[in-house]
């Protein structure tokens, strides 16, 4: 049974499976296609399995696709990350806006973030595992990045004094302000 939390972006959804635990450790479905449309009322296929691993301080995103955009169902195997989704769709309420969650291994919440919005993590612990799923293939001709401090956006990164480990394509100038990400769409 998956406890679902709608979030301050009501697409994206907060969801914690039932974990079954005893003195020889615990077990849950991770995922489960029947239980995730009935509890969500989301109707998606996924394609593709991602996985990877990553330091502290690390901060992967924004990302996005626009064009083949990708739905994901997010979660942590190893260690803590703060994960972020921002809503990019222009016509969107709630364009602009962002809303933040930390994952671990140890409160196995996954998130929902539909296509559409913008995504993002920074590793919290020494390192996380963090596997995600999608309802498209990856496409790289597509991809772009949302810069992760866009004042517009504002995100309560939860860095302290530390400063992020980034990705070139996650750093100005190849990061995008969310004001001029529209016109890279094409």
Known sequence: M????????????????????DARGSFYESFNQREFESATGVRETFVQDNHSRSSKHVLRGLHVQVQQPQGKLV???????????????????????????????ENHLQLWIPAGFAHGFL?????????????????PEH?????????????????GDQTPILSLKDEAPQALLLKDFHQSKA
């Open 143 to 159: 991809e772009r990045s949302i810069l992760w401090n866009d004042p517009e956006i504002d995100i309560d990164w939860p860095l």
């Open 2 to 21: 998956l406890e679902i939390t709608t979030t301050r972006l009501p697409e994206v959804l907060l969801i914690k499976p039932r974990v079954w635990g």
């Open 123 to 139: 590793v919290l612990s020494d390192s996380a595992q963090f596997l995600y799923k999608t309802t498209d293939y990856y496409a």
């Open 75 to 105: 979660r942590v195997i190893e260690g803590e990350v703060f994960d972020v989704a921002v809503d990019v769709r222009q016509d969107s309420p709630t364009f602009g806006q962002w809303t933040g969650h930390h994952l671990s291994a």
